[in-house]
């Protein structure tokens, strides 16, 4: 399964982003939520996240893109989102930082952090 990381420098950023992922009409029960488009698509997110994982999204080096700065990574929380498809992934995100408070950031498999709400799904490496 493809994937990235959806990242944020707030100590709330699981439970809000479970709230977030049920307002836009995902399956959350405890620390996982999965969300269907209209074509039957998932994209699944999966929370608390063993640290020996850290390195994947808090060690670079990484290209930042999209507008802002970049976010301070060594003190950022993450959630793993799944998806097979890069147009639904960035779709996904896009519509669940918008429901956040404060920002969130993608950290991809390539090493680019991008705003959530502005994934490049022709670029995106999941």
Not at 76 to 104: G, K, N, T
């Amino acid at each position: 399964m493809k994937s990235a990381y959806l990242v944020s420098t707030e100590d709330s950023f699981e439970e809000d982003l479970w709230r977030a992922a049920a307002t836009l009409g995902a399956d959350v029960r405890e620390h996982a939520a999965q969300l269907r488009d209209d074509q039957g698509r998932l994209v699944t997110i999966f929370g608390q996240l063993d640290p020996k994982h850290a390195a994947d999204w808090r060690e670079g080096p990484f290209e930042h893109r999209g507008p802002g700065p970049a976010p301070d990574l060594s003190a950022a929380v993450a959630v793993s989102v799944e998806c097979r498809w890069e147009d639904l992934f960035a779709s996904s995100v896009a519509r669940m930082a918008a429901l956040l408070p404060y920002q969130a950031w993608v950290v991809d498999d390539g090493g680019v952090v991008w705003p959530a709400a502005d994934v490049d799904p022709a670029g995106v490496r999941l």
